[in-house]
């Protein structure tokens, strides 16, 4: 389900693009306002008002105000509303008059940015509409200021024109694949959901499926009065119920990890704590440990009950791994540098092959008889929630190695 995640990801990538075309179209509106309030301004040579204030700059503020109200709350939808189209249609009108009346150039690019804008945010009957708006302005202008030119108004009108085809046509490419990106993301969430209920569904049958048939065989030895049995059965009844709400708990951590509670800790002592705990264990195993701590270790901003949980996790993983061994080494290491903190946990155990590897965090992916496959899961989530990530290298019959990291300033 990891990988279902990492593409996910690249889903969510992909429709970075579209969602960068469209931030720059916020860039093209920008700019033409800009160019707008200039144009105005040299125009109409705005003078100083009485009450001290300079009313170009009035001008402008109140321009910009509009027109940022138009920002606001246009490109959200997929259709304009009507304050929208009337408020650029207004601009419109003045661009359009400004360009007939200056002969400017700058107002001959500017007046294309409109149908450009349109194009890059709508579908194409909007594109159309302002295209079509423009050049009606432009020919109303031109004929009220009788500065009509054909074949120069001919051509720069049938530029509008083709320039916001082109960039409409580009961008309902993009629009169609974001919709498939987008589908293609709903797949994605409901394999991912049908997998963890197949997961949840096979492990939580086979506890009940135990506990049945004991319930069965107390009901057949109690007519024999059979203490003993009772008694043996009872117990495994007890195990398995207590093997099912471990599997919910470690689901439930799982699906709603719980907010790391940080204060300052040294990893150092996180460490120390886990080795003495499994001390014994190694030695009734015949595993040595070996245990490497930097001893200028820096505290860093953690939760240490989740990250001993994790270390934990992935030591027993380890130690398990080394029981058909000859050779039965398992080492703890710890080390940093600039930014980060690291603690490396490696054993000489059964190793991994690379389709291992690739799904060892996958929910409800295990390798182990009686294991649920949430264990890494979790520990994954957990350090991914200290803004850290968790490194494996293994290599089949010779090892596998460990390597968390978590960034010392976070």
């Known amino acids: 389900m990891r990988n279902g995640a990492l593409d996910l ?5 992909a429709g ?27 125009r109409y040579q705005p003078h100083g ?23 606001y709350y246009s490109g959200r939808e997929k259709e304009p509303s009507t304050f929208e189209l009337v408020m650029r249609f207004l601009y419109l009108f003045i661009a359009a008059k400004l360009m007939v009346e200056t002969g400017n ?10 149908t450009v804008i349109m194009a890059l945010r709508y579908s194409i009957k909007y594109t159309l509409l302002t295209a079509f708006m423009t050049s009606f302005l432009i020919l109303i202008n031109l004929k009220i200021f009788e500065q009509f030119q054909l074949d120069y108004i001919f051509i720069y009108i049938s530029f509008i024109w083709v320039i916001g085809l082109l960039v409409n046509t580009s961008m309902e490419v ?36 135990t506990i049945k048939g004991f319930v069965q065989l107390l009901y057949k030895y109690n007519l024999m009065k059979d203490v003993t049995l009772q008694t043996s059965y009872l117990a495994m009844i007890d195990k398995e119920i207590d093997r099912m709400n471990d599997l919910l708990k470690d689901f439930l951590q799982f699906a709603k990890p719980n907010r790391p509670k940080l204060a300052m800790h040294n990893i150092n002592y996180t460490v120390e704590d886990i080795a003495a705990l499994l001390e ?14 930097n001893a200028d270790m820096p505290n860093i901003l953690c939760d240490y009950d989740q990250i001993k949980q994790v270390i934990m996790n992935i030591t027993l993983n ?9 050779n039965k080494v398992f080492g703890l290491k710890t080390s940093f540098d600039q930014n980060n903190i690291y603690v490396s946990i490696e054993d000489t155990g059964s190793g991994m092959t690379e389709e291992q590897i690739r799904r060892i965090f996958d929910p409800f992916y295990t390798t182990k008889e009686n294991g649920t496959g949430l264990g890494l899961s979790v520990c994954y989530s957990i350090i991914e929630n200290h803004q850290g990530k968790i490194e494996v290298e293994s290599k089949l019959n010779q090892g596998t190695e460990f390597k968390i990291t978590i960034p010392r300033f976070n």
């Open 9 to 13: 990801v690249n889903v969510l990538k």
């Open 16 to 42: 970075y693009s579209f969602n960068r075309i469209r931030q720059f179209s916020f860039v093209v509106e920008y700019v033409y306002l800009a160019f707008l309030c200039i144009l105005i301004i040299k």
């Open 174 to 209: 993009e629009r169609q694949m974001q919709e498939e990106r987008l589908k293609l993301q709903e797949r994605e969430k409901l394999a991912a959901i049908g997998q963890m209920a197949a997961g949840i569904a096979h492990e939580v049958r086979n506890p009940l499926t």
């Open 105 to 114: 150039p700058s107002v001959q690019i500017i007046i294309t940015m409109p």
């Open 49 to 71: 008002m009485d009450f001290g204030l300079y009313s170009p700059l009035i001008m402008d503020i109140s321009i910009a105000l509009l027109y940022s109200i138009v920002l």
């Open 280 to 293: 014994a264990h190694c030695t009734s195993h015949c595993i040595k440990m070996e245990i490497d701590l």
């Open 318 to 326: 380890a130690i398990d791994a080394m029981q058909n061994s000859e």
